[in-house]
Every structure is written in C-alpha cells, then in structure tokens.
C-alpha cells in the first residue's frame, strides 16, 4: 500500500543529545514535508522538499535544526543539541500532486 | 504570524447527533482542508475545498469554504463511535512555495458516547 514510512517511532534523547529523525515518502512523490506537533496540539510547518532541493523552509529554527532529502535515501530531520520545548511529535508528510493527504505515523521525540 | 482560531476546542455527544464545528482566519486562505487525527497516528484528510462558497460532501462529512475566504466549516451528521479523534482545518495560501505549507487550526477534540 501506500505510506510514508517514518523511523523511529520514538526517541528519546537528553537535553542537549543530537536526535536525526528519517523519513521515507511514497514512491514517486517529489515533495516531503515536515511538521512538528507540540503538546497542545498544534502543527507547525518546518520545511518542504522538491526532491532534494530546499522548497520552503520558512519553519525551520535554523540554529539547531537542518534537514536532507538525498537521492536514495530516505528524508533526515537532524536536531543538534535537542532543548527541552523540542518534545513533540514530528510528522513527515509526501505528495505529488493535489493536497496534503499522505502523512506518516510520526515520531514521538522526548527530551529529558 | 497566521492564526487560526477552531471551536468548539471539544465536543461530547451522543451516538446519532450531528456536529458542527468551525474555523476562523486572520487571513485569505486559497485552500481549506479539514483533516482527521487518531491517537499515534498522523493526520489523515477528509475533504478538500477550492473556492468560496464551495459546499463539498464525504459520506456524512460536509465542509464548506466561506465566502469571505477567511472561514469553513464541517459537519458531521449521525455521528458513531468510530467519529472519535481530533479535527483539524487548515489553510493554505496560493502561489510560490505555499504548496503543502499549511497553517493548522487548534483542533476540536470529539468524543462521541454510545
């Protein structure tokens, strides 16, 4: 079927631990995006892909946070030195064309 | 930055009672999308909607894109247990790198009683 695959389910990580989250888009989809959802429930947008190049990364908390989509592998989001508000759960998404319907499971990121 | 106020925050009902809930916005959205989350899992869409005024139906679900373009809504009619789990709009702007950038409401928890 199709999915997008997201690893680990969960991690965690003590403050200032480096975290790198990954994901794997459907096939055949050329764009990834990423999403943060924090306690309260509320998504944030942090960067898009177009294949491997950036799309939009107006979300992205540039000092800690980068990210990579390379050619035959699956999607990174890498947090350096994690901070205790980074607990949430992080959502990997992919499309082709149309709207946002392909979400992964997440990844549940806690820091202690 | 872009807000969107949702609500009911939370609603419990009776199985066979129909729902309403609504999303407001500072801003024009383009595109309105109503998404449905389940415990550990991601957001999964229900219905998309492209111009104002635009009524569209899945099964029981119904959502409609303001006129105004700075509001939607959706219904759920005879509600069953397995409506259970978070509703959330979103909007999305037109043009440049806004595809697939979606601003989220808060979400409407719903918990429906058998």
């Known amino acids: 079927g199709e999915e997008v695959a997201q690893t680990p389910k969960h991690l965690v990580r003590g403050e200032g631990q480096k975290a790198k989250l990954y994901c794997a888009p459907i096939?055949?989809?050329?764009?990834v995006f990423w999403y943060q959802q924090v306690l309260k429930n509320e998504f944030k947008f942090l960067i898009s892909?177009?294949?491997?190049?950036?799309?939009?990364e107006t979300g992205m908390p540039k000092e800690r946070f980068s990210a990579k989509c390379l050619p035959n592998s699956p999607c990174s989001l890498e947090i350096q030195a994690t901070k205790l508000e980074d607990s949430a759960v992080y959502f990997c998404?992919?499309?082709?064309?149309?709207?946002?319907?392909?979400f992964g499971p997440g990844t549940r990121l806690l820091v202690l | 930055g872009q807000q969107l106020n949702q609500s009911p925050q939370s609603m419990f009902i009776q199985e066979g009672e129909d729902v309403s809930m609504n999303c407001t916005s500072s801003?024009?959205?383009?595109?309105w999308l109503w998404y449905k989350q389940e415990p550990g899992e991601g957001p999964v869409l229900l219905i998309a909607l492209y111009k104002a005024g635009e009524l569209t139906s899945n099964g029981r679900l119904t959502a409609q894109f303001g006129i105004t373009r700075k509001d939607s809504f959706l219904n759920i009619s005879a509600s069953i247990p397995s409506d259970v789990g978070i509703y959330f709009c979103a909007g999305q702007f037109a043009g440049g790198t806004s595809y697939g950038k979606l601003t989220f409401g808060q979400g409407t928890i719903l918990t429906v009683h058998p």
């Open positions: 096939k055949g989809h050329s764009y």
């Open positions: 892909f177009q294949n491997e190049n950036v799309f939009d």
């Open positions: 998404a992919s499309s082709q064309m149309g709207q946002l319907r392909y």
């Open positions: 801003s024009i959205f383009n595109t």
